[in-house]
Every structure is written in structure tokens, then in C-alpha cells.
């Protein structure tokens, strides 16, 4: 079986990650990587909860080395991890430093802070295209997370893919910041595998709010790379975020505006791109959102069409994946979006059914009925669900309690409302016009109030 | 700093209608508890709510918070910590 090299083509001087204490070199990666490797209990799968990128970098390429896979939790949440840990009987849970999980065995990721004299020449490991490395979950029909397994061979070829699109070179002196987390599938894509397979430099912490964007990138001593979601680039155009010139924005997990794309252009003076794709998949596409509406498949990626779904083939895949997205195919192969299908909806980066939410809010005891709608026309950074519930001598804090223990915090609705009942029809259905004239009432009784 | 019966100063009650206006909360302003915590538990506010009031408190007050402050999570821990921390740093 072919294998390819762990990291790419660093010297052992390079600095392969910034922002965590002294600059870390790839000599000292590879020292910390083989101190954690053998460190690390016998277990098949690990999941790997580090905030820092770098110390998740070392985590997870220390569980490839003693082949263990890494699960992507989609969410922190106490529920969340239990589910895992649950499916994967045997998992243990690496974290930062004096992170203590109650649901899960945990480790922490000790990084010598002091540079440790590196016993040289390291030796770059070598890691089989077909060894599962990774499993990134996404909400199933019944709202149990759904496990999708990423090769390293997946994982490398969707790196260099988008790294060639965007005109990246090896060893380009380039470091990637990230706003988004990395146990995220595009996270782990754009700000780990990529850096780490062209050998550029990542920056280990995670920047929120545009004051942080804007140090980050001022402190970056070469041409930075900022990976992102719109969410964070409204804030950080609204915020007049200033930025050095000569980066690249890459955002993806929801679309962005083109009037947006135009404002953070001018503001980060950059070019911005975006990626499509999806868990299941990867990235897909790209385009610079400017440019016009199409997205141009990776390399090595092809959509098709497969009755009236379309489908995602590349050789990396094991078979073909369903796009959760309807769109339409141009003749060149490129395509153009238009929307998540009906039932899934996407907060925050975040994709989820409102079937699976409303399924969840019925098992709640006391609630009777109920139902989460994605309102439209909402302003603000980003759109949050709202949910009716039926639920007589519950109070409405009572059930969002309750609620807080079994959905991701995203997804908490905002507001819960609590009526007498839904307007069903004869049949039992919700029509979606009775929905929004639910919506709207309430908006015209709440208006004004603060 | 003037209190009334709610026991929140001005800036307080301020701050308070502006992360319910913001954050499209289904409360009263004046039932936010100064001292409790806004994150998690409490008034329940996760990392989006975090820069959706970041922006309004630099568009309002001119204060740009930064999650690399040491001081950020005791700035955040509580409607009256956050009130402070805008006061002292306030450029509008």
C-alpha cells in the first residue's frame, strides 16, 4: 500500500506552528509527537478535545503513529461526548493542559514549553493513504450522530487539492490562522492538513472577536491565510477590522453574500475564496465568491448527477456521497448551489434537521407538542431557531433545561414559546404557511418589547 | 453610579436591554442577575453570543474585547464584570 509522509516538506529548522509560547520548530513537533505517542494508552479510538491547534496537531498525529483513530466531536457539550465515548467503547480523551473531562478517561497534551534539545536527524513517519485516521460525525435522520470515516489518504488529497487551487507552493512562507475550531471537518481540512502537507506554518490559537483576528495577523511575520466563517468576517467588517496586506481568506460551513465577499475583500484588501463541502464529502469546490456564483470542483473531484440527486465522486471516497445541497450542474462540470433541502438547517456552521430538533423536543416529558422553525428575514450575525412548544404547567425555562441537555447549545431556540397548541392540520401536518403566521403573530405582539 | 430597585447601576441596565436586544432574548432586561454568569449556566450564552456582543459593545461603547486578555474570562463572567470592564475602557 502507498504511503506519504506525515508532514511535508519542512526543513527541521522551519517553524511549523506560532502562538504557542516560543515558536515550535518541526524538529520539536516530531520530538513531541513521539514523547505523547508513547505516552498514549491502548485504545482504538481517541477523541482528541485540545483547544490549542498545535497540541490537537500533536495529538492526532501521535495517534495515527500508533494507529488510533481520532473522533471529531461536532460539539463540546457533556451530551455530546457521552454519545461518543457510548459508540466507541474503549475511547479515551486527550486535552489541554489540566483539563479534566468527567465523562471520558482523559490526558492531557504536554508540550515541553522550554525548546528540549532534539536528538536530530528526526525521522519523518510514514502513514499508509488507506489508514482511517479520522471520523467526523453529522446528524443523522434519527438524530444520532452518524460516523464518517476520513483516510489519511482523504485527508491529504483534499489538502493538497485546495492548497493547488489556491495557488499555495511548497514551503511557501505562509501561516495559517484559524477562527474556526479544528475539530471541525473544513477546521481540520483547511487550518492542520493543509499547512502541515505544504509545510507552512499554523498559528495554534483560535481568534473570536475581530480584535483577535487583527493581532493575530499583524503578528504573523509572513503572508498569512485566514481561515474563516462568514459569521466571523460580518463581525470583523463591521468592526473595521485592519489587517496587513497580501493574505487570502478561505471561508466555508455556511455561503457567503457576494456584497459580504466585497466588504471583506476591501477590508482584509485580499482576495476571499470560499470552499464548499460538507462532512460526509470534504470540501468539494471553491470559488472566489466575487468572481460569480459557480463552484469550481477540486482537482481530482467530480459532481454528478444520479436520477434527480447529485453526488460527489472522487478516488479518495469510498463510493459516491449524496450532497445534502439542491443545485444545478453546468455543462463544465462546475455548479452552482441553491440551497440546503428542505428540513436542514445550518446555524452557525452548524448543520442540523429541524425533524431530529423536533423529535428531541417531544421526548421532553410534559411537552405534548411542539415544532422548530427556521424563521426568515432575521437580522443580526447570524439566524437562531425559534420553537412552539405545548407543554401546560411546564414552564418555559423548565423545558429549554431540559432541552440544554440533549441538543447542541446552537440550536437552543431563541425564543421558545410556549401556546396553547400548533395548527395542525386535519391530516396532522404543519403547513409551512401556518407556521410562518404563527411566526408572524408573535413577532407583531413582541414587537417593541424589549 | 445611581441604583434602582432592580439593584442595577445605569451602565448596568444599559448593558443589560443591550445583550437582550442583541442577543434576541426572551427576558426582561432587569431580571439579568448582575452577579451571575452569563456563559453556560446561567443566562446560557455560548461563543456566537460572545461575538455577536462584542461587536454591539465596540459599535456602542467603542471597547474592543480580546479573548487573548488575561482578564477575559472574569470580564465575562458576569453582567456586572462586563459592565466594568466597558467602563474603564469605554471610548464612547
Known amino acids: ?450 | 453610579m445611581g441604583q434602582d430597585q432592580s439593584g442595577l447601576s445605569s451602565i448596568e441596565q444599559e448593558l443589560a436591554e443591550l445583550i437582550v436586544r442583541t442577543l434576541k432574548l426572551k427576558i426582561h432586561p432587569m431580571s439579568i442577575e448582575p452577579e451571575a454568569p452569563l456563559f453556560g449556566e446561567g443566562l446560557g450564552l455560548d461563543s456566537i453570543d460572545a461575538l455577536e456582543l462584542s461587536l454591539a459593545i465596540s459599535q456602542t461603547y467603542g471597547y474592543q474585547l480580546k479573548s487573548s486578555d488575561p482578564e477575559i474570562k472574569a470580564i465575562f463572567s458576569s453582567l456586572r464584570a462586563l459592565a466594568k470592564a466597558i467602563e474603564k475602557n469605554r471610548t464612547k
Not at chain 1, 456521497?321 to 450542474?329: G, I, W, Y
Not at chain 1, 425559534?386 to 431540559?402: N, Q, T, Y
Not at chain 1, 431556540?413 to 411566526?439: F, Q, S, W, Y
Open chain 1, 1 to 450: 500500500m502507498r504511503a506519504t509522509s506525515l508532514i511535508g516538506p519542512y526543513q527541521p529548522d522551519d517553524i511549523i506552528a506560532r502562538g504557542q509560547g516560543t515558536p515550535r520548530t518541526v524538529a520539536q513537533f516530531l520530538s513531541d509527537v513521539s514523547s505523547l505517542a508513547d505516552l498514549l494508552p491502548d485504545c482504538p479510538t481517541v477523541l482528541n478535545l485540545a483547544a490549542s491547534r498545535y497540541e490537537f496537531l500533536v495529538g492526532f498525529a501521535a495517534a495515527i503513529m500508533r494507529r488510533q483513530i481520532t473522533l471529531l466531536p461536532y460539539s463540546r457539550a457533556p451530551y455530546a461526548l457521552r454519545r461518543i465515548a457510548d459508540d466507541f467503547p474503549g475511547s479515551y480523551a486527550l486535552t489541554d493542559r489540566d483539563e479534566q473531562r468527567e465523562e471520558i478517561e482523559s490526558i492531557s497534551v504536554q508540550i515541553q514549553q522550554a525548546p528540549s534539545p532534539v536528538s536530530l536527524p528526526a525521522v519523518v513517519p510514514r502513514i499508509p493513504l488507506d489508514q482511517v485516521v479520522a471520523v467526523a460525525f453529522t446528524s443523522g435522520t434519527t438524530g444520532n450522530p452518524v460516523p464518517n470515516r476520513k483516510t489519511w489518504g482523504a485527508l491529504t488529497a483534499v489538502a493538497r487539492a485546495t492548497g493547488s487551487r489556491l495557488g499555495i507552493k511548497e514551503r511557501d512562507r505562509v501561516t495559517v490562522a484559524a477562527t474556526v475550531p479544528h475539530q471541525h471537518m473544513f477546521g481540520l481540512e483547511a487550518s492542520v492538513m493543509l499547512p502541515i502537507t505544504y509545510g507552512l506554518s499554523m498559528y495554534a490559537g483560535r481568534p473570536l472577536f475581530p480584535a483577535d483576528v487583527r493581532s493575530v495577523l499583524m503578528d504573523v511575520p509572513d503572508r498569512w491565510l485566514l481561515v474563516t466563517t462568514p459569521l466571523h468576517l460580518r463581525a470583523c467588517v463591521a468592526d473595521g477590522v485592519a489587517v496587513p496586506t497580501g493574505g487570502l481568506v478561505l471561508s466555508a460551513t455556511a455561503p457567503l453574500t457576494v456584497e459580504l465577499a466585497r466588504q471583506a475583500e476591501r477590508q482584509f484588501r485580499s482576495e476571499v475564496h470560499e470552499i464548499f463541502g460538507f462532512a460526509e464529502a470534504g470540501s468539494v469546490a471553491e470559488r472566489r465568491t466575487i468572481a460569480g456564483d459557480e463552484w469550481k470542483p477540486l482537482d481530482g473531484v467530480r459532481v454528478d448527477q444520479e436520477g434527480t440527486a447529485y453526488v460527489v465522486k472522487a478516488p479518495y471516497l469510498p463510493g459516491p456521497v449524496p450532497v445534502p445541497d439542491h443545485l444545478s450542474l453546468l455543462p463544465n462540470g462546475d455548479f452552482v448551489v441553491h440551497g440546503r433541502k428542505a428540513d436542514q438547517v445550518n446555524v452557525a456552521g452548524y448543520r442540523a434537521s429541524l425533524g431530529d430538533l423536533s423529535a428531541k423536543l417531544l421526548q421532553i416529558e410534559g411537552v405534548h407538542d411542539g415544532v422548530f422553525v427556521l424563521p426568515d428575514g432575521e437580522t443580526g450575525l447570524v439566524t437562531r431557531l425559534m420553537a412552539f412548544v405545548v407543554a401546560p404547567g411546564k414552564s418555559g425555562e423548565e423545558i429549554l433545561r431540559d432541552l440544554r441537555a440533549h441538543i447542541d447549545p446552537v440550536f437552543l431556540p431563541r425564543p421558545l414559546v410556549c401556546v396553547p397548541k400548533l395548527p395542525r392540520n386535519e391530516t396532522g401536518k404543519l403547513p409551512r404557511e401556518a407556521v410562518e403566521d404563527m411566526i408572524r403573530r408573535w413577532r407583531e405582539q413582541h414587537d417593541g418589547e424589549v
